[in-house]
Nanobody, 124 residues
Framework: QVQLVESGGGLVQAGGSLRLSCAASGLTFSMYRMGWFRQASGKDREFVTAISRGGVNTYYADSVKGRFTISRDNAKNTVDLQMNSLKPEDTAVYYC?????????????????WGQGTQVTVSS
């Protein structure tokens, strides 16, 4: 029933920008904390950013602070990730995830639902 569908991935030059979007259905969107994770080839899935149910509180991995911005629109059931000043090390598959938990949500196990991922490749 629950679906999270990411879009907006692609190839971009270093220093460029990209905006990802995640559309949710089959759940009461405003009751879930939303997050983005990424997984580079051969590496574990890692936390990127998360946003609280009402969109007031945001959390970022140190590696993306000042460059990435998460936002949500509860009327549209979407969460976006604006990525600026992209670096080759940002290259990964990016996943949207939803967590019923309202405490700390830094681990993949904290999340109940996942999208299929979208590829982001940053060239040098």
């Amino acid at each position: 029933q629950v679906q999270l569908v990411e879009s907006g991935g692609g190839l971009v030059q270093a220093g460029g920008s990209l905006r990802l979007s995640c559309a949710a259905s089959g759940l009461t969107f405003s009751m879930y904390r939303m997050g983005w994770f990424r997984q580079a080839s051969g590496k574990d899935r890692e936390f990127v950013t998360a946003i609280s149910r009402g969109g007031v509180n945001t959390y970022y991995a140190d590696s993306v602070k000042g460059r990435f911005t998460i936002s949500r629109d509860n009327a549209k059931n979407t969460v976006d990730l604006q990525m600026n000043s992209l670096k080759p090390e940002d290259t990964a598959v990016y996943y949207c995830a939803a967590a019923r938990q309202i405490g700390n949500t830094l681990r993949p196990d904290d999340y109940d639902y996942w999208g299929q991922g979208t590829q982001v490749t940053v060239s040098s």
